[in-house]
């Protein structure tokens, strides 16, 4: 054991296991074969191509923790991190879409599922069906448990009505881990989770919103009007919705924290490949100490930023508390990702300003990690309550 712990830490954050390396390698090529060729054209109609989606589902990448008795590769979070960061380099969008399975509906499923659910659930998450994650409405963003869509207890069932707002993969997902309050009174402890299938009787997907990044991303709002949920699909306990959708944020934003990174890596790796071809005053460009500064930086803050995503990921896995490291990872993570995207453009000249070239994408899609799975602001209050304590 002491041994193991002893062996571990002397290894880098960025060293991968043989299975971790291959892994990797797997989705890169993908990630290069069949998404770069479908990126712009998905970005410029807002859709992705139900042909990668699908492919997604063929590769393992909808089900990389869920246990092999439920369809999955039994891997590690940090697998799930590893495969996030990859999609990203390439199309964001894709990246959230695989992200959000993984990390929010699948995790939560794996933590708070009972035998049942997991068996039906999982199962079908794993090998065809899409998943979305429902907390945020019109008027409740930051102030998430302000929620107002209600839950009433019938006979064998609940009946839910409200609305959702800004729910990724909604076009595409069939599962819903959705959150309601079944208790007003009781404020936040009124919180239930409820497992709901597109199919259920009252249940519909509105509006699409037409977005400045991770166009591709579909981003829906989500109608429930009587809508009828078996009793069976209550997630977690009556009254703990709040906790699970806590601890599920916790650990989705090391996700975001993924997405970011591997976005930066898209847009530096672009960055450094146009500097070598482009030729400016007879040289090029990046023979100007002034870009190459400029490179270096770059560099240097993708590294910091992909060590604490890492590290967030790693903790998590070693079973260690890892609320404020994940916090920090994504709040970071965001900002680099915007700063080494911005610079890309500028790296290239009016190149960046136009579709043509990669970068302004990157950009665009850079803004969401500021906003989404709590924004910058409630990321420094949870890191300013965990290093001060509560207030
Ligand atoms: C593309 C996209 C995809 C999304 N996907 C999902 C999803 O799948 N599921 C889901 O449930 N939600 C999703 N969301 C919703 C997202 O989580 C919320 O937009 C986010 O939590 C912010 O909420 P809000 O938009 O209501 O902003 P608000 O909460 O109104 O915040 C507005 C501003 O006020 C600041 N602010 C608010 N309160 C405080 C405070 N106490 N102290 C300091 N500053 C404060 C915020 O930091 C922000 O700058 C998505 C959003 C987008 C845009």
């Excluded at 797997?26 to 989606?53: C, Y």
């Excluded at 899409?130 to 945020?136: D, H, I, M, T």
Aim: net charge negative; aromatic share 8%; glycine share 10%.
């Amino acid at each position: 054991m002491n041994q193991t712990l002893t062996e571990r830490a002397a290894q880098p954050l960025t060293t991968l296991s043989e299975d971790e390396e291959m892994f990797r390698a797997s989705v890169r090529e993908f990630a290069e074969g069949e998404l770069r060729p479908r990126v712009e054209e998905m970005d410029e109609h807002g859709k992705l191509d139900p042909a990668l989606t699908k492919q997604c589902f063929d590769l393992g990448l909808m089900g990389i923790e869920t246990p092999e008795e439920y369809g999955g590769a039994g891997a590690s979070f940090f697998t799930a991190i590893v495969a996030v960061e990859e999609l990203s380099r390439v199309d964001p969008s894709l990246g959230v879409f695989v992200d959000v399975q993984n990390t929010l509906v699948n995790n939560a499923l794996i933590r708070w599922g009972n035998e049942e659910q997991k068996k039906k659930y999982l199962t079908q998450l794993a090998s065809a069906r899409v998943g979305a994650y429902a907390l945020s409405e019109a008027g409740s963003g930051s102030d998430a448990f302000a929620l107002a869509t209600r839950a009433v207890e019938g006979d064998d069932h609940y009946v839910l009505n409200g609305r959702k707002l800004w729910i990724t993969n909604g076009n595409e997902a069939e599962i819903f881990i959705v959150f309601a309050n079944l208790n007003p009174e009781a404020g936040y402890r009124g919180i239930t989770a409820f497992i709901v299938e597109k199919g259920f009787e009252g249940f519909s997907v509105g509006k699409k919103e037409n977005k400045l990044g991770i166009r591709a991303s579909s981003t829906t709002e989500l109608i429930m009007e009587d809508c009828r949920v078996p009793k069976g699909n209550v997630l977690g306990e009556v009254g703990r919705g709040y906790k699970v959708s806590i601890e599920t944020l916790n650990e989705g934003r090391i996700g975001i924290g993924a997405q970011m990174i591997g976005l930066a890596r898209g847009a530096l790796e672009a960055a450094l490949r146009y500097t070598s071809e482009r030729e400016q005053f007879g040289r090029a460009i990046n023979d100007f100490q002034g870009v190459q500064f400029q490179l270096a930086e770059m560099a240097t803050e993708l590294e910091a930023a992909r060590l604490m995503v890492y590290n967030a990921a790693r903790m998590k896995d070693a079973g260690l508390a890892f609320v404020k490291e994940a916090a920090m990872a994504k709040l970071y993570s965001s900002r680099a990702a915007e700063r080494i995207s911005s610079k890309a453009i500028e790296l290239y000249g009016g190149y960046g300003f136009v579709k043509d070239y990669p970068v302004e994408k990157f950009w665009r899609d850079s803004k969401i990690g500021a906003i989404y799975e709590g924004t910058s602001n409630m990321q420094l209050q949870t890191i300013a309550k965990m290093i001060i304590g509560g207030k």
